[in-house]
């Protein structure tokens, strides 16, 4: 079973987003043999979920070529986000939509954001 389970979870990484010393979000990846899986959650504090998934989104394509996102079809929100980073549906069911974007997508978009002071820290080392 442990061998199984490490096999389909080879590499995850969680990152909390702070503002002002406040905990006001966290960013996810799981990356298995094949699929990079992402996800997002934030308080509602204006420019900080776009700003910080620019940044998150960013970061994810020096570790993958392609990214997955699956989205609930009542998070309007977080299809918005998804939709303005040119993350586009790839499939559906009743509840969620599967999400895709690749590296190349990205570089095509070619945003253009003020520069902000940003780290990721990774307290595991």
Do not use: C
Request: glycine share 4%; net charge positive.
């Amino acid at each position: 079973f442990f061998l199984l389970l490490h096999r389909i979870l080879v590499y995850q990484k969680y990152f909390a987003v702070f503002y002002n010393g406040e905990i006001v979000g966290g960013v996810n990846f799981t990356k298995d043999k094949v699929i990079t899986n992402w996800g997002i959650f934030y308080k509602k504090i204006p420019l900080i979920p776009i700003v910080a998934t620019y940044h998150f989104i960013n970061y994810m394509f020096t570790k993958s070529d392609t990214l997955y996102s699956y989205v609930l079809k009542a998070n309007t929100q977080a299809l918005k986000i998804n939709e303005f980073f040119g993350i586009r549906i790839i499939d559906e069911n009743e509840k969620s939509y599967k999400m895709k974007l690749t590296k190349k997508e990205w570089e095509l978009k070619q945003f253009k954001m003020k520069k902000i002071d940003y780290k990721f820290f990774d307290e595991t080392k």
